[in-house]
């Protein structure tokens, strides 16, 4: 049972890694330091969108309006970090 600990924990940490590489990538598509002309930076974003917005758009419907502020990844990265905290708090139940 501890391979399944260890399993969540993964998929969690790759879910992290994942979201911040789409905030970093955004910001720097947005302060123009990267292309999306170039056909590698359009197609890694194209996959990190196409990853992400369906854990995005449900998120963005409950959020109020705010702008050009998108607070979306900043709740999904919270509710990893708190599913993080319960399954570690939670290790005993593995094994």
Do not use: C, K
Not at 29 to 40: A, S
Not at 75 to 90: C, D, E, K, T
Request: net charge positive.
């Amino acid at each position: 049972m501890t391979s399944i600990f260890q399993i969540l924990m993964l998929i969690l940490d790759l879910v992290w890694f994942i979201i911040i590489a789409h905030i970093i990538m955004s910001w720097l598509i947005n302060f123009q330091v990267l292309n999306l002309r170039q056909p590698l930076v359009a197609q890694l974003w194209d996959g990190l969108h196409r990853i992400l917005e369906p854990i995005y758009q449900p998120i963005r419907r409950m959020l109020p309006h705010t702008g050009g502020l998108d607070l979306a990844p900043l709740i999904v990265l919270l509710g990893v970090f708190a599913a993080r905290i319960v399954i570690r708090n939670n290790m005993y139940a593995f094994g």
